[in-house]
């Protein structure tokens, strides 16, 4: 299993980015999606989720209405469109499998190297 995240890059408060995660070693497409987010000095926490066969999503209260997730299963890769962004929002981004089953499959377990967002005047 093998996540390659892109995309990311400094950006004034206001801005937009959009990540990309290419994912292999694994059927993509079965698979609830999610982008995790890590800020300086602090744990790895979730941003949102996409889950298959039907991509419905669900965002943390910090991410909705600003940040959008898809998937593209022909490509099996995940983005993140993301507007409106604070200072807040700096730091690095991971994309995974949900949480629950992240957390409790092996495979799973090795993160990619993440995407660097930095979001400063």
């Known amino acids: 299993v093998q996540f390659v995240e892109s995309g990311g890059g400094w950006v004034q408060p206001g801005g937009s980015l959009r990540l990309s995660c290419a994912a292999s070693?694994?059927?993509?497409?079965?698979?609830?999606m999610s982008w995790y987010h890590q800020a300086p000095g602090k744990e790895r926490e979730l941003v949102a989720t996409?889950?298959?066969?039907?991509?419905?999503?669900q965002y943390e209260e910090f991410a909705r209405g600003r940040f959008t997730i898809s998937r593209d299963d022909a490509k099996s890769s995940l983005y993140l469109q993301m507007n409106n962004l604070k200072p807040e929002d700096t730091g690095v981004y991971f994309c995974?499998?949900?949480?629950?089953?992240?957390?409790?499959?092996?495979?799973?377990?090795?993160w990619g190297q993440g995407t660097q967002v930095t979001v400063a005047s």
């Open positions: 070693g694994f059927d993509f497409d079965i698979y609830a």
């Open positions: 995974n499998v949900v949480p629950a089953v992240q957390a409790n499959v092996e495979r799973f377990k090795n």
């Open positions: 996409i889950i298959p066969p039907d991509d419905r999503t």
